[in-house]
């Protein structure tokens, strides 16, 4: 399981890059390349790291449900992802 520092740092870039979207857009589409440098850089949403949602894994992730397939796998054996289930052929 990750350190609930990483877990939080992300949620915060997730929050700064939805905040300053609109301005980061408009910054571009005007070419303002210095006031694009003066917002702050954990705004780029380039910066953004996909991770389990509960157990903040960075590797393994799935997209689709965003969990770590670790945490997919759990979930789907116990019944827990509604219209998932094992392959049996």
Same mark, same amino acid.
């Given at each position: 399981?990750a #350190? ?8 915060? *870039?997730e929050?700064? @890059?939805?905040?300053f979207? &609109?301005?980061? #857009?408009a910054l571009? &589409?005007?070419? $303002?390349? @210095?006031?694009? $440098?003066k917002?702050?850089k $954990?705004s780029?949403? @380039? ?11 960075? #590797?393994g992730y799935?997209?689709?449900?965003g969990?770590?397939? @670790?945490?997919? *796998? &759990?979930?789907?054996s116990e019944g ?6 094992k392959?049996?052929?």
């Amino acid at each position: 399981m990750a #350190k609930e520092s990483l877990k939080a740092r992300e949620r915060k *870039r997730e929050r700064l @890059v939805a905040k300053f979207a &609109e301005k980061r #857009k408009a910054l571009k &589409e005007a070419g $303002d390349y @210095v006031g694009l $440098d003066k917002l702050p850089k $954990d705004s780029s949403p @380039v910066r953004l790291h996909n991770r389990c949602k509960l157990t903040g894994r960075p #590797k393994g992730y799935m997209r689709k449900f965003g969990l770590s397939r @670790v945490t997919f *796998r &759990e979930m789907a054996s116990e019944g827990k992802i509604p219209g998932i289930i094992k392959a049996s052929w």
